[in-house]
């Protein structure tokens, strides 16, 4: 009987601290974080922190991992909507403005800048940036299918976005609101051309 309770004491702990360290690596830099703070603010003592995980980067990737694949799973979700390709698209781009803002670090490490993090990392960001885009492809396909969109290549397509999206989440005065997602997806549909002009 005290083993399931046990066992949810030791779960609760583990993700207290995969909480913890999803905030902290959001606001700073990794470098920034120190494991005696990071401690701290999921109450535990430092030496739990390591029962758990064998390194800062151990769980800087766990907790980063976590953050991109709450955004997959919630683009996905809004892919699979029914609603007509560019509102569904609008959607999908505020949905991943909104978590990239809040998680600088891996934007840093996807773009490869931040030394700390090695290979490992950046092969985890890769293969989710991957299954994000094929969700946007997904929607573009269905664009293109149903005459939404012009006829144009996808995958391309799909991997200008997540640029676009990357890039505007980065920059420090960037707005990751409902406005900033009507505005980058009116550029990426219509382009910088008059509105008398857009075909």
Known sequence: M???LATSSRNDRRQRIVLAASQMFAERAYVEVQMDELARAAEVAKPTIYRYFNSKEDLFLEALDGTMSGLVAQVSRVADETAPAATVLRQMIGAALKSFGQCTAAIRALDGSDA???ERG??????????????????????????????LDPGLASRAILGAVRMTA?????????????????LLLHGVAPQGNRG
């Open 2 to 4: 005290t083993l399931p």
């Open 116 to 118: 700390a993090l090695g």
């Open 122 to 151: 950046r092969a985890m960001l890769r293969r989710r940036a991957r299954q994000i885009r094929e969700e946007f492809e997904r929607v573009l396909q269905r664009g293109v299918a149903t005459d939404e969109f012009r006829a």
């Open 170 to 186: 980065t920059a420090d005065d960037a707005p990751h609101d409902e406005q900033a997602a009507r505005s980058l997806t009116d």
